[in-house]
């Protein structure tokens, strides 16, 4: 029997209005550009729904659920398509919940699905790596403090939480600039 290595990048796939994102083993920072590139695109291309499968989502670092919550934040909004998280684990939602992420997007556990959304096979058919920019460390930098900042908007506790961190990339950014 073959075992299939983890998935280590982000996928996406756009099909008649509809963006499947499929999230890696380990969100993190690095990974965080590619998912905001195939949110993006998906917003471009005028998709009515993007679902972010997180089956293969082990844990997510602060700067990708700071990525997710900015994301969250302006979805349905302003023509902006719904984003909904499918498939979400126990640990990952533990973490989402946390840090308050939950109240902003629409989560589904593994085995359910939103109303209306049907069979995806024609959209995990279709799934592409996303190729994110190359990002300088100034950009991940960047990155990262507006993940932080908007982690810190969507708690009060969030703020004492990252206060250090925030202080930290704000000298990081004044120095790479």
């Known amino acids: 029997m073959a075992v299939t290595p983890p998935l280590t990048q982000v996928l996406a796939a756009t099909v008649d209005g509809c963006t499947l994102v499929v999230v890696p083993t380990m969100a993190n920072f690095k990974l965080a550009p590619a ?6 695109a ?9 679902v972010v499968d997180m089956a293969n989502c082990r844990t997510m670092d602060s700067s990708f659920m700071g990525t997710l919550a900015g994301l969250g934040r302006t979805a349905g909004k302003d023509g902006q398509p719904a984003l909904v998280l499918i498939n979400l684990g126990p640990a990952p939602a533990a973490l989402l919940k946390g840090l308050g992420i939950d109240r902003l997007l629409k989560i589904y556990p593994a085995g359910h699905l939103p109303d209306g959304l049907g069979d995806l096979s024609h959209l995990t058919a279709s799934l592409q790596p996303v190729e994110a920019e190359r990002n300088t460390a100034l950009d991940l930098t960047a990155l ?3 993940a932080h900042e908007t982690l810190s ?5 969030n ?8 202080a930290f ?3 990081d950014l004044a120095r790479l600039q």
């Open 144 to 146: 990262m403090y507006d």
């Open 159 to 166: 703020l004492k939480r990252f206060q250090d961190v925030l």
């Open 42 to 50: 998906a917003r471009l291309s005028d998709s009515a729904l993007v």
């Open 169 to 171: 990339l704000r000298e």
């Open 153 to 157: 908007r969507v708690s009060p506790e």
């Open 35 to 40: 998912f905001k590139q195939a949110v993006q």
